[in-house]
């Protein structure tokens, strides 16, 4: 199966940002050595953030997310502390309801 693994990420805080980006390598590395294909979008945009002079805007990187998301099966959330808050979650998962690509919430 092919996931888009959500997740939350943005936070003022730094090392709450580097809890969450670990946490969600670690769900994908999972999900990776069970067989799935997955791309995470905190995985993808976290590295490439230290190169770009916008490291925090989040319509920036849902630009370049849900441009990929018509490509999976269906879309997980990681339910990490945040995720309920996080207006980029919001945003993909109406883009995934919308494309009528199945929500699944996973801790």
């Not at 490291?55 to 997980?76: I, R, S, V």
């Not at 109406?94 to 929500?103: F, M, P, S």
Request: proline share 5%.
């Amino acid at each position: 199966m092919k996931i888009y693994l959500a997740s939350p990420y943005s936070h003022d805080n730094v090392l709450i940002r580097k809890i969450r980006f670990d946490s969600v390598c670690a769900k994908a590395a999972e999900l990776m050595m069970d067989g799935h294909i997955v791309f995470s979008p905190i995985a993808h945009s976290h590295p490439i953030s230290r190169w770009l002079d916008n490291p925090n805007d989040g319509d920036f990187y849902l630009k370049q997310d849900l441009a990929m998301l018509p490509f999976f099966d269906e879309m997980w959330v990681l339910t990490l502390n945040g995720w309920r808050e996080s207006r980029g979650i919001k945003r993909e998962i109406e883009a995934a309801k919308a494309l009528d690509i199945e929500v699944k919430l996973v801790a």
